[in-house]
């Protein structure tokens, strides 16, 4: 096997070796009518082709502008004659006959040339003008008396049209041979003995014409000479011959030339006509006519150099003696060529449409181009316009490739307009075009791209399942499957926290889900919808990857990344907290606290109870409620309102503090008990709102000590945060005053130095209501106590006092309710304390932050 692939290889290299030196050409000859189905030559053989690959790479012939008369044979791959082959029909006199075939071969496609002349065999005998011909000849006539004779013509070419003349015997004349200087035999009669009327009037001679060729052929021609009596002169040309150059475009009626012959006799003997006796070739007989009289030639038809250069015609000058006498002279005209032919452009072969990855110097077409004129008329250039991105390759004289010079981009241009123009070098220069169509053909090479790398999407929570969030665009410029775009969402590692204040990216969350559980998107239209109801309490930042795939092979993605913001609904109703606290702790809130959470945890019907003194002054903490909202923002943000008892009582509660405290100082008038109905209400639209019921009992000083004592004591093992005892003696109470007034000026010191650095960070931050757009994501909210806002820069935790930590994501739009009025009543501005005690923040996103200031 190995020794077989070797001697493969080795004819191949010999074969490319023998056409490179043959110059890429294949050459063959035939005879003339040589029989249909002749073997002319072994092609595919020749052109290094195995067996059966003629067949099936479709080896065939193409002969632009003529008759082959060959075929190749498709299955043996042989070059075979298929019609009558007549040297004399396809090239006349041109010599060698070569027809000039070019030869296709597909799979890839590949152009040979392949020459074919055609040998002429002897198959047209020498052919006189006439098969007689009378001659009259004086009887005064002198010996050595020259009359020419019209030659034969013989169609073939070489040896087997060089012709030999032979005359009869006769003891008057003999044959003499004349050559011209177009290299033609031209036979003269000469008389070599003075003629007698009398004895001989009429000489009868046979002329043969013998050409070249093997066997050799014949043609023969009856000169009868008439010896006439006493005009003894013949008419003689002023010059024996006459050469005449015309252009082509000569108009009919155009004056060749004038011959002049005259004759030495006198009166009728001297009168002389003209007339044209022998025309070479013979279709000379429709260009001229020559004056019989004048011996003036014009021109009666049209000439064509590229049918006939040269005319050669016999003019006769014969007087009008008794017998007539003649005189000859040759007239040689040269047609002169003129560009009068345009180039011709055949389109050998197309091969579209071509791929916009296609290489550098791919064949789209070949193409022939030929000018009948000569010279420089007949020199052709071609070129393509517009010049890019094909270019023409001239494969060989009159052959060109029309190849791929710089890369195609379909998205670009999907289709080129091309035209091939070609034009000679004739002044002026005569020019011919064929256009061309090649389209483009489409390749997978641009991959899906969205309008934006970020999309940011905001969705009210409780939304419907199946809700439409937004709409993703992927633009492929790409046609059919591949520029058809389909979507998905791409998890690809990335997950949401949810759960208990979690948040998407953020670790604390109790759990791990995939973006494709709350959110799909349409496969066709890029649609996105929700699969469930979003819960802002669960869920408030959920960025995940849109990946667009077009159809192509191989197919290209494009991502584009969702950033999905959860819009809080006041969906929760205040819920109230068992009190916070250490029993480390002192004070009258603490106690207060203490007791409240030990009456609430022993209350069937819900009320809580608490315990003040008598005597108490105004401003006295007795209780504090405690509550927490699970919305965010306006939605969570508390206020307390003393509902019952209504008008002014003995107690007031902070507006968001959540403190109960006197209001003046307390009597016995107040009565044993009072009982508080407090309503918590939150800023959402609509409000929603949770009540309590404190049962404050008034009691002597060291009652209420001894019950804030027991409270302390059961509150350790009954409540989880247990709160301390209180004393609730006039000095206790002052102590206490005194230590929660230095709390409170301390704390509100820090808080107002954090307010100014806030503040002065505030004013460098960016100020957006909602920023949709790619890159940072910016809500801002005011209102009569502070500003709350978040950005996507930093994340950080806040939590003030005891209450239970939440997230809190504020965003406000032009729908949401305004912030609050200012209380009237001055004791009811709230404490900053307080307000931080009642909204709270405990974990953000990473992408986000919570900043508080005074407004």
């Known amino acids: 096997m190995g020794e077989r692939c070797c001697a493969a290889v080795v004819r191949v290299l010999v074969l490319q070796a023998a056409w490179a030196l043959s110059g890429g050409q294949v050459r063959y000859s035939v005879p003339e009518e040589a029989k249909a189905g002749t073997v002319v030559g072994r092609l595919a053989q020749d052109l290094g082709l195995e067996a059966g690959e003629a067949e099936a790479r479709r080896l065939r012939l193409v002969a632009p502008g003529r008759r082959a008369s060959v075929e190749v044979s498709g299955a043996s791959g042989a070059l075979l004659v298929s019609s009558r082959l007549d040297r004399e029909e396809l090239c006349g006199k041109s010599a060698p006959c070569a027809l000039r075939l070019e030869v296709l071969l597909e799979r890839p496609l590949r152009v040979f040339h392949v ?26 006539s002198p010996p050595g008396f020259r009359f020419p004779l019209e030659g034969a013509s013989d169609a073939d070419i070489g040896a087997n049209a060089q012709l030999t003349y032979t005359l009869s015997p006769s003891e008057h004349f003999s044959l003499d041979l004349q050559k011209s200087n177009d290299g033609n035999i031209e036979p003269e009669l000469v008389l070599t003995k003075s003629l007698d009327r009398e004895t001989i009037p009429v000489h009868r001679l046979v002329l043969t014409a013998t050409d070249g060729g093997r066997p050799s052929l014949t043609g023969t021609m009856e000169l ?11 008419p003689q040309f002023n010059q024996s011959v006459y050469k005449v150059q015309l252009l082509e475009s000569a108009e009919v009626g155009t004056l060749v030339t004038r011959v002049k012959a005259t004759d030495a006799d006198e009166g009728i003997n001297s009168e002389v006509t003209y007339t044209v006796t022998n025309f070479i070739p013979p279709s000379g007989k429709e260009v001229i006519s020559i004056n019989p009289n004048t011996g003036e030639i014009h021109l009666t038809g049209s000439l064509d150099f590229e049918e006939v250069k040269v005319f050669n015609f016999r003019i006769e000058a014969r007087d009008k003696g008794t017998p007539p006498l003649s005189g000859h002279c040759k007239v040689v005209l040269e047609v002169l060529d003129v560009n009068d032919n345009a180039p011709e452009l055949w389109v050998t072969s197309l091969s579209v449409p071509v791929p916009e990855d296609a290489s550098l110097g791919t064949v789209v077409a070949l193409l022939s181009v030929s000018d009948r004129d000569s010279g420089e008329n007949g020199r052709v250039r071609c070129w393509v316009w517009p010049a890019s991105p094909f270019g023409l390759e001239a494969t060989f004289a009159g052959s060109y490739s029309l190849v791929l010079r710089e890369a195609l981009d379909r998205e670009r241009v999907s289709e080129y307009e091309v035209e091939v123009r070609a034009e000679d070098g004739g002044a002026p220069a005569l020019r011919a075009s064929r256009g061309l169509r090649v389209p483009v053909s489409d390749v997978n090479d641009n991959a899906p791209s969205f309008a934006q790398a970020v ?5 009210r929570e409780n939304n419907a399942a199946g809700a439409e969030l937004a709409r993703l665009w992927a633009r492929d410029p790409d046609e059919a499957a591949n520029g058809r775009v389909s979507y998905s969402v791409w998890d690809g590692g990335v997950g949401v926290g949810v759960g208990g204040g979690g948040a998407a990216g953020s670790s604390s969350g109790v759990g791990w889900r995939p973006a494709s559980s709350y959110v799909s998107v349409d496969a066709e239209s890029g649609r996105l919808w929700a699969l469930q109801p979003l819960d802002y309490e669960e869920l408030q930042v959920l960025q995940f990857e849109v990946r667009a795939v077009d159809a192509g092979e191989p197919p290209l993605s494009g991502n584009a990344t969702v950033q999905l913001f959860v819009l809080d609904e006041n969906d929760n109703a205040p819920a109230l907290l068992p009190p916070a606290g250490s029993a480390a702790e002192a004070g009258g809130e603490a106690a207060a606290e203490a007791a409240l959470a030990l009456a609430g945890a022993g209350s069937e019907s819900g009320t809580l109870w608490a315990w003040a003194a008598w005597g108490a002054p105004a401003g006295q903490v007795v209780a504090k409620i405690r509550a927490v909202d699970a919305d965010s923002g306006y939605n969570a943000w508390l ?13 007031r509660v902070g507006l968001y503090s959540g403190e109960v405290s006197t209001a003046r100082a307390l009597d016995e008038a107040d009565g044993p008990r009072q009982r508080l109905l407090i309503v918590v209400r939150d800023h959402g639209e609509p409000a929603r709102s ?50 929660w007034l230095v709390v409170a000026i301390c704390a509100v010191s820090s808080l107002f130095l ?10 460098w931050a960016p100020r957006a209501a909602v920023l949709t757009g790619p890159g940072p994501t910016t809500l801002v909210c005011a209102s009569e106590v502070g500003s709350w806002s978040y950005s996507q820069r930093h994340s950080r935790s806040l939590c003030v006092a005891d209450g239970a930590a939440k997230s809190d994501l504020m965003v406000f739009s032009p729908n949401f309710p305004p912030p609050p009025p200012a ?15 009642t909204v709270s923040a405990n974990t953000l996103p990473s992408s986000l932050s919570l900043t508080y200031g005074f407004g």
Request: charged share 15%.
């Open 224 to 234: 009868v000479i008439y010896v006439l009596d006493t005009n003894d002169n013949a």
């Open 455 to 459: 999309y940011t999407v905001l969705a």
């Open 754 to 763: 954090l307010a100014v650095v806030l503040y002065g960070a505030s004013r």
């Open 115 to 140: 020459q074919l002349e055609v040998t002429d065999i002897n198959d047209n005998a020498p052919v006189f003008p006439a098969t007689r011909k009378n001659l009259s000849l004086s009887e005064n």
């Open 639 to 651: 206020r307390y309102e003393l509902w019952e008892p209504r008008g002014k009582g003995p107690f």
């Open 823 to 837: 209380p009237a009543a001055k004791d009811a501005q709230p404490e900053p304390s307080a307000l931080l005690d």
């Open 690 to 739: 949770a009540t309590a019921t404190i049962s404050v009992s008034l009691l002597e000083a060291a009652e209420a000590a001894l019950a804030a004592g027991s409270s302390s004591s059961s509150s350790l093992s009954a409540v989880s945060r247990s709160a301390a005892g209180v004393e609730l003696g006039t000095g206790a109470a002052s102590a206490a005053t005194n230590v």
